[in-house]
Every structure is written in structure tokens, then in C-alpha cells.
């Protein structure tokens, strides 16, 4: 992903961690439960965090296509026959 994407993503995820724990609608709402309430707010926020993490380091979860092993030192090439 080029890095300006990458930013761009980084900051939309941040502004949605935002919007979800300022918002009064919660998957497990506040007023009921007490600071157990709070418990969902901080796995979004977790959740944004190592988000944004990968998003600016460039690390992958998935795996990849292998990257080309490297040329072998000329010292142990084989000499063609």
C-alpha cells in the first residue's frame, strides 16, 4: 500500500475509534452496565491502535508472496559442465 494511503487509512480508522467512544450508542452500553460498559469502548480503541500500527509499519498479518531467495556467494555458485 503506498504510504499516503496508508495514512490516509491510519486517520480514518482513528476518527472512527473516536466517533464509536464518543457516540452515546455502544454495544454494551454504559448507563447499564457501570465501567463494565466501558469495556467495549477499549477494545475498539485496542483494536484502532494496533490498526494504525500495521497500517504505518507496513507489517501484514496475512502472509505474502515470498520475496526471491537471494543469489547464492559466487564462491558457492556451481561452475556450468
Do not use: C, F, H, N
Not at 33 to 39: A, D, R, S, V, Y
Not at 44 to 54: M, R, S
Amino acid at each position: 500500500m503506498p504510504r499516503r494511503r496508508a495514512i490516509i487509512s491510519a486517520v480514518l480508522v482513528a476518527l472512527g475509534a473516536i466517533a464509536y467512544g464518543a457516540s452515546p450508542i455502544d454495544l454494551v452500553p454504559e448507563l447499564i452496565t457501570g465501567p463494565l460498559g466501558l469495556g467495549d469502548d477499549l477494545a475498539v480503541w485496542v483494536g484502532a491502535g494496533l490498526a494504525i500500527w500495521k497500517l504505518l509499519t507496513g507489517s501484514q498479518s496475512a502472509p505474502g508472496p515470498t520475496p526471491p531467495p537471494e543469489e547464492q556467494p559466487r564462491w558457492e555458485q556451481k561452475l556450468p559442465e
